[in-house]
């Protein structure tokens, strides 16, 4: 039998299918629903910061007895894990260093041991099955077929001893639905924590000017008003980061869930030139070196993905990293304002690259640059600005320069209270570090 979520209802979305809508009014930051995840992993390079089972960032946590890889709060999270770490557990101890399984491998095992043991619906299908979760699959491309074979040939290798696999087109449309309707569960400053299938969550449709925003308490997927809604109005979060040009936001769209978005942002265009300033010269940057440079950023950012992958396999330095960024920014800042979206996220992974390497004055230079113009570009109460409200500020107050670091964490805290609820674990715990520093 269907159930209902107060204020919420199912409906046939002109021109996207299916969505919601709200039935009463909400006001900004007001929750519109929680959900619990009808599966989800804890991602491998968290272990021994995080709960398991509930997602929980704490220290002593406790290791499982058998593989000694998972950890726990206590014994009643162990325990309420343990029907779905039973079918790694003995894998993760037989291979070692060996297993290795995609994200998507682990939930796909999990859906199909949780089908088979549980036949009625559960608390995260009030609104939507498990099954009828959109799957694309006609429209996958050959590339990501291969990819999805070989998460098959990963499943049936890591996980054949605890499972009854069902045929290989069912195998295949659940790492489809999985691919489509995955969320990526991340904390407060936007580090990824695990993967997760939210069905009910999964039904709210894309917008670029999103009024909602999915954020999470563990590994419960939380829905917040981001503007006041009346009754009627559709529900519309975002599935893409939002700092990029419509081209380029349309091409991820289209990429990874198969559709072209018409919101107002898409067809007004109205950010886009901001977003893609170029430098004022005495003579003014041809059209076609600005298109040159285009393609030069947007090529250049995927090999920084992959060199990043790399340097994770100890094959790149981060010197050679930070070389990287530094070179591709002296290139495009010949073109583009430091404002430029592509500028932006050069700067930003230069960031990232001196906190690796503990220069924090150089991070809080980049950081610096990155926040005024994300504050512009990006929609109000965005979690981008936050986490770089709280990496700033933790920065800051790190280097003792206490009133710079408590006016950024401020700052992020409005955010947060609006994208996580006033009553959020981070916040209460943001609330503790300023107070600390009065």
Known sequence: MKESIEGIERFVSPGKGRGLRVTKPFKVGELLFASL???YVLTASERGS???????RKEGL???GKCKKALYCNVKCQKGDWAMHKLECGAMIAYGENWCPSESVRLV???IAKQKAQKERSTSEKLLLI???ESHIDDVDIEKREMNEGDIASLHQFYSKNLDFPSKTAVLTLFSQVNCNGFTVEDEELSKMGSAVYPDVALVNHSCCPNVIVTYKGNVAEVRAVQDMTPGEEVFTSY???LYPTADRNERLRDAYYFTCDCKECKTKSKDKLKLKVRKRNKPPAPEEISSMMRYARNTIKEFRSAKQIAEKHQKTPGELMEMCQLSLDKMGEVFEDSNVYMLHMMYQAMGVCLYMGDWDEAIRYGEKVLKPYSILYPPYSMNVASMYLKLGRLYLGLERKLSGI??????MAIMEVAHGKDHQYLIELRKEIEMQK
Do not use: H
């Open 240 to 242: 893409i980061d939002l």
């Open 50 to 56: 995080n709960c398991e089972f509930c997602f929980t």
């Open 37 to 39: 995840p009808y599966t």
């Open 407 to 412: 006016d950024a964490l401020k700052k992020a």
């Open 109 to 111: 095992a999990r859906i």
């Open 131 to 133: 099954g009828e979760l």
């Open 62 to 64: 406790a290791k499982c």
